[in-house]
């Protein structure tokens, strides 16, 4: 048997999406407690009782607020670590909200189970004080283990028989459900050790209490169903990084079925129709996740996607409203190589769209921008010849691109300007007609 055995966890292999901003702020808030706990040692011992959980003196406000307190750096350090593992896979799936809010009921439920076990099991432990984040760290283990099950946990470990003179260190990728089982026999062996009289340094009951709220929680919540479906996605992306790609195309398609709202899925699986050749299909889940994004108005991300498609097929486009919007937007931003390529695609691909005319005039104007002066000459006479009646097509004639722009501003002046009234209210005009730029549903 060993004599002496550390472990810790050091990450797992499910990815996040988002910056873990809830999971720090408890990390620098724990911090902001254990350094006044230090410096202010008065003043914690006059607020003792409101501050840290006493199962013979409960005070409401103790039992969340001693999260944020610890004994000693090491005990500060061993949770911390902890949250940050588990912490942002939850907090990215979940919300910010909801993860706060389970963190506190988890170690609100740790509590009340080490202050039964007290009370119960371990005569004279009531009267201790209990602090620290373990209830509430071990409530996010309880969620992880029904969120994100087929997760692996990297294990860092020291293993030192001084006697034996044996002693081993490493680390090892293991499952979840293995990792935990394991720290639940070890809490288990605490809590007996503590019933036959051993000494209460370590609120077991806290971490068997936080880890059966947070399975409960998520039971309740329904997060296994959305982990069954999320475990197609993750076998996806491992079956993709061993270039397994019809395999991770299969895994993919059951994914998006049972989460068609997911546009990271739609990606995922676009990559495996391109990489099968298999493009028109592609360019649907393409099109399909730029919808989405665009919905949440993550437009920089379109735009990425959009271009990473072209990459697999040149004449790739978007749907008309969106195609166009995202042409303006790439204008607006003065990505006007992008933009110009965006307008071409759209009035390429929908000849017959009504936005073609605003496609063919804004496009000559960037190829007029960059010194192409044919090719805006030629965008121009399509527009006049196939779109006489459009706003676009008396803007273009009133403001001819074949011209510089001072030039044209010194013939407008000797003119008595008026080419500057008519361009402005072909200008209204044109609006008009196609509204304000903005994509509606």
């Given at each position: 048997m060993f004599y002496f055995f550390y472990y810790f966890p050091l990450g797992f292999d499910v990815r996040t999406r988002r910056r873990a901003w809830a999971t720090w702020g408890l990390v620098a808030a724990s911090l902001l407690g254990f350094a006044l706990s230090r410096l202010c040692p008065a003043w914690m011992w006059e607020q003792y009782e409101l501050l840290v959980y006493v199962p013979d003196f409960p005070r409401p406000s103790a039992l969340l607020l001693n999260a944020y307190l610890h004994a000693d750096w090491l005990h500060w350090i061993s949770n911390m670590i902890s949250l940050v593992v588990f912490g942002p896979a939850l907090e990215d799936r979940l919300g910010a909200r909801r993860f706060l809010l389970l963190y506190h009921a988890c170690n609100v439920c740790g509590n009340l189970v080490q202050g039964a076990m007290a009370h119960g099991l371990l005569p004279g432990a009531s009267a201790y004080g209990i602090l620290g984040a373990s209830g509430a760290i071990s409530g996010l283990v309880g969620l992880f283990v029904v969120r994100l099950y087929f997760a692996r946990l990297r294990v860092a470990y020291w293993a030192f028989m001084p006697l034996q003179a044996?002693?081993?260190?490493?680390?090892?990728?293991?499952?979840?459900?293995?990792?935990?089982?394991?720290?639940?026999?070890?809490?288990?062996?605490?809590?007996?050790t503590q019933t036959q009289g051993g000494a209460v340094q370590v609120a077991a009951g806290s971490h068997l209490g936080g880890l059966a709220a947070g399975v409960g929680f998520a039971l309740?919540?329904?997060?296994?169903?959305?982990?069954?479906?999320?475990?197609?996605?993750?076998?996806?992306r491992s079956y993709l990084a061993r270039a397994q790609w019809y395999a991770a195309q299969g895994e993919l398609i059951t994914y998006v079925r049972r989460q068609p709202g997911d546009a990271e899925g739609r990606l995922e699986l676009a990559r495996t129709y391109r990489l099968t050749d298999d493009h028109d299909k592609a360019d649907e889940q393409y099109r399909a996740a730029c919808e989405q994004l665009a919905r949440g108005r993550r437009l920089d991300r379109v735009e990425r996607i959009m271009r990473e498609a072209e990459r697999g097929r040149p004449d790739f486009v978007l749907r008309p409203a969106l195609q166009l919007h995202v042409a303006q937007l790439l204008e607006r931003a003065l990505k006007l190589d992008a933009a110009e390529q965006a307008y071409t695609s759209y009035w390429r691909r929908y000849p017959k769209a009504s936005g073609v005319p605003r496609a063919l005039?804004?496009?000559?104007?960037?190829?007029?921008?960059?010194?192409?002066?044919?090719?805006?000459?030629?965008?121009?006479?399509?527009?006049?010849?196939?779109?006489?009646?459009?706003?676009?097509?008396?803007?273009?004639?009133?403001?001819?691109?074949?011209?510089?722009?001072?030039?044209?501003?010194?013939g407008a002046l000797l003119r008595g300007g008026p080419l500057h009234s008519r361009s402005v209210e072909a200008e209204l005009r044109m609006q008009r007609a196609h509204g304000d730029g903005r994509l509606r549903a």
């Open positions: 044996y002693t081993r260190a490493g680390s090892r990728q293991i499952s979840v459900g293995a990792a935990v089982f394991l720290w639940l026999l070890m809490q288990l062996a605490v809590v007996l309740m919540l329904g997060l296994r169903r959305q982990a069954m479906a999320e475990q197609h996605l993750h076998r996806g005039y804004r496009a000559a104007r960037l190829a007029q921008r960059r010194g192409a002066h044919e090719l805006a000459a030629e965008l121009l006479h399509r527009l006049r010849l196939q779109h006489p009646d459009a706003p676009e097509t008396e803007l273009a004639c009133v403001s001819p691109e074949a011209r510089p722009r001072r030039q044209r501003a010194a």
